[in-house]
């Protein structure tokens, strides 16, 4: 979701989808470097379980988000990103890498899993838990929904957000 970049690591992502070739997984995003987003649509190209979409508006990535049963998100530098938080607040389980700000955002085995990569072991790790993910029964499944989604809540609403600004501006004026 977002824009393709190298650092966003989407060929991690199709190294995966080669892994897992019963799993369907979409990549979402435009590239500012029209080179950068045809190469990565070229590795996609022979895996009939990748569905490459380009730049989609907020309402299409909220739809595919309902639909989906986690994100994988191995991005290695991020602000704060936006999509994981979304992605939490439609209580999806999201994968990410254990570095920049993303051990900020995902609480292991809260809101999803923190794991590194290694590609010797051609994602060997996020394989098995995104099939143990895709195996949660309905009431699993729920269950994490409702917990990812308190703590998007909880941290990342407006309302949140607000009153840790105002606490931010009163330590820091002492008033």
Same mark, same amino acid.
């Not at 099939?131 to 990812?148: E, K, M, N, S, Y």
């Given at each position: 979701m977002g824009v393709l970049r190298q650092r966003k690591r989407p060929d991690l992502v199709i190294q995966l989808a080669r892994r897992m070739p019963t799993v369907q997984f979409v990549l979402v &995003? &435009? #590239?500012?470097?029209p080179h950068e987003g045809a190469r990565f649509r070229q590795l996609a190209a022979d895996l009939p379980n990748v569905l490459f979409l380009d730049q989609q508006? %907020? +309402?299409?990535v909220r739809d595919l988000m309902s639909h989906a049963s986690a994100l994988v998100f191995p991005s290695e530098l991020e602000g704060l990103a936006l999509t994981v938080n979304e992605a939490m607040a439609c209580g999806l389980p999201v994968l #990410? +890498?254990? %570095? !920049? !700000?993303l051990p900020e955002q995902v609480q292991d085995g809260l809101t999803g899993w923190l794991l590194p990569v290694d590609e010797r072991e051609e994602m060997g790790a996020w394989a098995e %838990?995104? &099939?143990h993910i895709l195996d949660w029964t309905p009431a699993v499944r729920q269950d994490f929904a409702q917990r990812a989604r308190a703590v998007a809540v909880a941290r990342y609403s407006w309302a949140s957000i607000a009153a840790q600004y105002r606490q931010l501006y009163i330590q820091t004026n002492g008033a």
């Amino acid at each position: 979701m977002g824009v393709l970049r190298q650092r966003k690591r989407p060929d991690l992502v199709i190294q995966l989808a080669r892994r897992m070739p019963t799993v369907q997984f979409v990549l979402v &995003g &435009g #590239a500012y470097d029209p080179h950068e987003g045809a190469r990565f649509r070229q590795l996609a190209a022979d895996l009939p379980n990748v569905l490459f979409l380009d730049q989609q508006p %907020r +309402q299409m990535v909220r739809d595919l988000m309902s639909h989906a049963s986690a994100l994988v998100f191995p991005s290695e530098l991020e602000g704060l990103a936006l999509t994981v938080n979304e992605a939490m607040a439609c209580g999806l389980p999201v994968l #990410a +890498q254990p %570095r !920049s !700000s993303l051990p900020e955002q995902v609480q292991d085995g809260l809101t999803g899993w923190l794991l590194p990569v290694d590609e010797r072991e051609e994602m060997g790790a996020w394989a098995e %838990r995104l &099939g143990h993910i895709l195996d949660w029964t309905p009431a699993v499944r729920q269950d994490f929904a409702q917990r990812a989604r308190a703590v998007a809540v909880a941290r990342y609403s407006w309302a949140s957000i607000a009153a840790q600004y105002r606490q931010l501006y009163i330590q820091t004026n002492g008033a």
